[in-house]
Each structure stands twice: as C-alpha cells, then as structure tokens.
C-alpha cells in the first residue's frame, strides 16, 4: 500500500495521446495539440477527421476556430516548425492523411490586424508627402522657429526615406 507522501512517477509521452480514444470507428478522430508561434500548447482538443475516406484533418475549421492565419506541422521535442499544411481548395481538409487516434502537433501563426501594415503604409505615405511639400514650399514659419527643422529637407533624404520603406515592406519574415 503506497504512503502518502509517496509520489508516483508517471512518465508522460509527447505522442501518446492525452485524450481517449475516438467512441466508435465509424467517428475517427486526432487529437491536436495547437502550439501558437512555438508557445504551449494552448489548446489540446479532439477532432474529426473528415474527407472522402474521413482520414484527413478540417484544417479551415480548426484555422477559423483559434483565429489562425497559416497551420504548420510542429515536433515539441525540438520546439521546430515543420512544412505548411495547407487546406484542399475544394473542401477545406488536408492534402495528407491522418490515422484514427494519432496525437498531431500544429504550430499555428496567428491572424494580423489590418490596421497594423494600413497604418504602416499611411506613414510611409504621408511622411515623403510632407518632405516633398516642404522641400517645394518652403519650411512654414512655425517649424523654422522651432528646433525640429531648421532647414529644407535635400533631395537625397527624400529618396533615402522612399528607398528604407520600401525595403522594410519587402523584407522576407522568419517563420
């Protein structure tokens, strides 16, 4: 008879799955473990697999239920994210199969706000505009009594600001 103070060690397996097992076979499922960008897992559930041999996963349904932008493959034991797992264009579902009671881990990339990259052009916009406005007429009275500027902007910090935007819109983004 174990003591109290006893503490049993249960080893726990990354690919075993934490949920049961799916209640009929005529209902497969996976259990999906949802990293987000590396971190968690934030969500543990069980879905159905779907599909003309219901053995793939719902990859737009899992994406519009957790706000999820892109859905990758993910190993937890070295925290690396794998190949995209894009949906079939027709269903939604995913081009690989699944096995019934497999434990899958997916790293998702979360959906960005529009107002981020709308606010980001808007100022890429509006500052050259304001830098030509004064290179052509002149520093208002009001600026040129101030310290922030004190003299017309040269053609080449102009087309330095044009040529910094538009390689910071363009720059490829780690995955």
């Known amino acids: 008879m174990p003591m109290a103070d006893e503490v049993i060690a249960t080893e726990e397996s990354l690919t075993a799955p934490l ?5 009929s076979p ?3 499922s996976v259990e999906v473990r949802l990293y987000r960008r590396g971190t968690g897992p ?13 053995d793939r996963l719902p990859i737009r349904a ?6 999820l932008r892109s859905i990758f493959a993910f190993k ?12 079939d264009p027709a269903g939604g579902y995913s081009a690989l199969p699944f096995r019934d009671g497999a434990a899958v881990a997916l790293d998702g990339e979360p959906k960005e706000s529009w107002t981020k ?15 030509v406005a004064m290179a052509l007429n002149g520093v208002p009275e009001t600026l040129r009594s101030s310290m922030v500027a004190n003299a017309v902007f040269p053609p080449w910090i102009l087309a330095s600001a044009v040529i910094i935007f538009a390689r910071v819109r363009t720059r490829p983004r780690a995955p």
């Open 19 to 23: 949920l049961e097992p799916a209640a």
């Open 26 to 28: 005529r209902d497969p």
């Open 42 to 54: 934030v969500a543990v559930f069980r879905s159905g697999l779907v599909g003309p041999r219901r």
């Open 62 to 67: 899992i994406q519009a239920e957790h706000g």
């Open 76 to 87: 937890a034991e070295n925290s690396r994210r794998g190949l995209r797992i894009r949906p």
């Open 117 to 131: 990259p709308a606010s980001v052009i808007v100022a890429g916009l509006l500052v050259p505009a304001v830098m």
